[in-house]
């Protein structure tokens, strides 16, 4: 069964830094370009990150842009966030999400369950 | 950024009946060397993750019921569930992935009415 599993699911203050991790079981993880999607309680979905199949080609939204880093480990079927410089307004719902394909523009057809980040001094 | 927008924020159907959602995106999605919609369409229900319903605006994802179906092309776009059943209850949002940030669109309930 494929399967992406997030974690790294913590209470940081804000400033802080939390690196959130998701791991892959049940495919060829280096063949698919990766994503991290994100969505406030009761909200839409915000599009954050991603990154191509071998880690090569990155993506950022302007909402993360110099604050989070995308990256992955092929050798160990996991992708990353690093967070930094943490706000209130990242304290929300973070899910890992596979593309169909090796593209990285290419619809997201695998989803994690999500893991919460909270943000409180 | 493409903005996505869609239409209406929320509806409710009749069981059995037709529900159509619309999307519309600041510029073209459509890929003139291939000639594909950049476009997505997804299914949430409450405590759980998005689902892939619809890529490239028409094609439907293996699994799904052929009551949903997914037209337009370049900026306006449309969900169509035919038949509507209990277990659509949820809400819709439309991708594009044609140019990073793969913007989605606010969302669109869908009820029971």
């Known amino acids: 069964e494929v399967q992406l599993v997030e974690s790294g699911e913590g209470l940081v203050q804000p400033g802080g830094s939390l690196r959130l991790s998701c791991a892959a079981s049940g495919l060829t993880f280096s063949n698919y370009a990766m994503h991290w999607v994100r969505q406030a309680p009761g909200k839409g979905l915000e599009y954050i990150s991603g990154i191509s199949s071998d880690g090569g080609s990155t993506y950022y939204a302007d909402s993360v842009k110099g604050r989070f880093t995308i990256s992955r480990d092929n050798s160990k079927n996991t992708l990353y966030l690093q967070m930094g410089s943490l706000r209130v307004e990242d304290m929300v719902v973070y899910y890992c999400?596979?593309?169909?394909?090796?593209?990285?523009?290419?619809?997201?057809?695998?989803w994690g369950q999500g893991t919460m980040v909270t943000v409180s001094s | 950024d493409i903005v996505m927008t869609q239409s209406p924020d929320s509806l409710a159907v009749s069981l059995g009946e037709r529900a159509t959602i619309n999307c519309k995106s600041s510029q073209s999605v459509l890929y003139s060397s291939n000639n594909k919609n950049y476009l997505a369409w997804y299914q949430q229900k409450p405590g759980q993750p998005p689902k892939l319903l619809i890529y490239w605006a028409s094609t439907r994802e293996s699994g799904v019921p052929d009551r949903f179906s997914g037209s337009g092309s370049e900026t306006d776009f449309t969900l169509t569930i035919t038949s509507l059943q209990a277990e659509d209850v949820a809400v819709y949002y439309c991708?594009?992935?044609?140019?990073?940030?793969?913007?989605f669109g606010p969302g669109t309930i869908v009820d029971i009415k």
């Open positions: 991708q594009q992935y044609y140019t990073t940030p793969f913007t």
């Open positions: 999400a596979r593309s169909r394909s090796s593209s990285s523009y290419d619809a997201f057809n695998i």
